[in-house]
């Protein structure tokens, strides 16, 4: 059974702790969710840089797909699945920009390939060769080679403010626990369990 808590966030801090521990691979990977013009849905892979009660952070290219997805309808979801420990979390809810301030100080902490790489990459958009890739890499490390390198302006943050939260924990003959935190208007949480 899934011990419930009050809080969601410290369940989430619990589980997290000890994927960090045992997952072979990144337990900061997590599927992110959004929705196009049409209404198609669209998922891929990012990384959480952090999280607390304003919500759960990633970064990304504003110019890319789901960067434009989220800025043009800003509700998404997200999954973590932690096979090791036979876990998953899902949350949905809407999505907000970052300050500049949060971007830049993120930024800072970034490898210096990287930052050179978020100026380089026309993320989403079609490349006609890995050549083309490299020689824009090479010019803006050129444009960078002393000095801080500053964050480009279509390169910052999102944060998901969950209004659903579900914990998953693997049973036996797929008889699974499910626990599912709502937000209440009043803006704490209600609880209930859900079949599996």
Do not use: C
Request: aromatic share 12%.
């Amino acid at each position: 059974m899934i011990r419930e808590k009050p809080d969601p966030l410290a369940l989430f801090a619990e589980w997290f702790a000890e994927a960090e521990k045992s997952e072979p691979n990144d337990p900061s990977a997590l599927t992110l969710a959004t929705v196009g013009p049409d209404g198609t849905p669209s998922a891929r892979m990012v990384l959480l840089k952090g999280y607390d009660s304003a919500g759960f952070v990633f970064y990304t290219n504003y110019e890319s797909r789901k960067g434009r997805q989220l800025i043009d309808h800003p509700k998404a979801a997200m999954l973590f699945h932690w096979k090791s420990l036979r876990r998953q979390v899902r949350l949905e809810g809407p999505v907000s920009q970052t300050t500049p301030a949060e971007a830049d100080a993120y930024f800072a902490t970034r490898a210096r390939g990287s930052q050179i790489g978020a100026w380089a990459s026309e993320q989403s958009r079609p490349l006609e060769s890995r050549f083309a890739l490299e020689k824009r890499v090479a010019e803006f490390t050129a444009r960078h080679v002393i000095g801080s390198i500053q964050r480009p302006p279509h390169w910052s943050g999102f944060r998901l403010q969950p209004t659903l939260i579900e914990f998953w924990q693997d049973g036996a003959f797929r008889l699974h626990d499910r626990l599912e935190y709502s937000r209440t208007s009043e803006g704490s949480w209600s609880t209930r369990t859900l079949y599996p």
